[in-house]
């Protein structure tokens, strides 16, 4: 597509729910981050993908945090027994490659979480 | 280790005046980039400009400009007449290069421009 697409923009959960946020990047980007940005807050970085793979996945917050990308393609971020501390907007955003010349990344509009 | 230092959490100005907004970075790569990001109201993040640590010409475009200066460490950015749909939040970004490419984002300054 045009734009790194993000689904869904909205979503409120109960405590301990699982949710999954998904991430569709920008078509022949290979690189794929995943940020978390919490209210009032700069954006924290959750995990980077290079094709399917994740070499860096240093920012995710616990264990109850994973993520995955298949085909190159769409990445999916999923939050085991959502705590009220996760509430935050996920912000996927993706560039043509992390190698070498680098001119910064396509932002999605991002997931509002809400967890009560 | 890298950071980002945005003092200015928050700046309200009338239509038409000019503004800085302040970036301050640490870091031991010699190799760096910078960038500027604005993120509306709408929540999306716009990118705005990107520099790199080994050009410290300053850059104009249009309204905005952007001084560099790798003595002091920072990467500020102005407003000139500034009008009512720059009212966002700006993020100053670090990345590591070759690497991961990761960013590094300072707090963010919330610019208010009232008419």
């Known amino acids: 597509g045009a734009g790194v697409s993000q689904s869904p923009s909205n979503k409120v959960t109960e405590k301990g729910k699982d949710v999954e946020l998904r991430c569709d990047p920008i078509?022949?980007?290979?690189?794929l981050y995943w940020y978390r940005q919490r209210l009032g807050q700069g954006l924290e970085f959750l995990i980077y993908f290079q094709g399917n793979s994740a070499p860096d996945k240093s920012g995710l917050p616990s264990d109850r945090f994973s993520a995955e990308r298949t085909g190159e393609s769409v990445s999916t971020l999923t939050i085991q027994r959502t705590q009220q501390e996760d509430s935050a907007v996920y912000l996927c955003?993706?560039?043509?490659?992390?190698?070498?010349?680098?001119?910064?990344?396509?932002f999605g509009s991002g997931t509002r979480l809400t967890v009560v | 280790a890298q950071k980002v230092t945005q003092a200015q959490t928050e700046i309200s100005v009338v239509e038409k005046e000019d503004v800085t907004l302040d970036c301050v970075y640490e870091t031991r790569d010699t190799t760096y980039y910078l960038f500027w990001y604005k993120q509306p109201p709408s929540g999306e993040l716009v990118f705005l400009i990107r520099r790199n640590s080994f050009d410290e010409q300053n850059e104009i475009s249009g309204r905005y400009s952007w001084n560099f200066q790798k003595s002091t460490s920072s990467f500020n950015f102005t407003i000139t007449a500034s009008q009512v749909v720059d009212s966002a939040v700006y993020f100053c970004a670090l990345s590591e290069p070759y690497n991961t490419d990761k960013l590094i984002f300072g707090t963010g300054t919330r610019l208010q421009v009232f008419p």
């Open positions: 955003a993706s560039s043509l490659d992390a190698t070498g010349e680098f001119y910064g990344y396509t």
């Open positions: 078509s022949g980007h290979t690189a």
